[in-house]
């Protein structure tokens, strides 16, 4: 059964980085689209980043571009998110995704959900 278990998350300052890891298992994800959502209090999951699982696209939200980098390591079957300048408004539990309809943004085309994890930016 194809599984993405995230890890990586944590408490950081205003301005700091976290590099969020996403490990795939269960099946091949060489076909897939991986992306990175997230989801803070009270609001709805969000798109943040996403890349080809070879790697020669790749897609961000307006709000991460130029702080966070998506990237993937196929030899390890893992997605990574590099986010540095880290804000408050960051804040939100992150989620790995895969799926097989292209970089897209709507949730809802994407197949494959690993459980989250926390990410939390405050002084």
């Known amino acids: 059964q194809a599984q993405l278990v995230e890890s990586g998350g944590g408490l950081v300052q205003p301005g700091g980085s976290l590099r969020l890891s996403c490990v795939g298992s269960?099946?091949?994800?060489?076909?897939?689209?991986m992306g990175w959502f997230r989801q803070a209090p009270g609001k709805e999951r969000e798109f943040v980043a996403a890349?080809?699982?070879?790697?020669?696209?790749?897609l961000y939200a307006d709000s991460v571009k130029g702080r966070f980098t998506i990237s993937r390591d196929r030899a390890k079957n893992t997605v990574y998110l590099q986010m540095n300048s880290l804000k408050l408004e960051d804040t939100a539990v992150y989620y790995c995704?895969?799926?097989?309809?292209?970089?897209?943004?709507?949730?809802?085309?994407?197949?494959?959900w690993g459980r989250g994890t926390q990410v939390t930016v405050s002084s």
């Open positions: 995704a895969a799926g097989l309809k292209g970089l897209r943004i709507a949730s809802g085309d994407y197949n494959y």
């Open positions: 269960g099946r091949t994800f060489t076909e897939y689209y």
């Open positions: 890349v080809t699982w070879l790697g020669y696209a790749i």
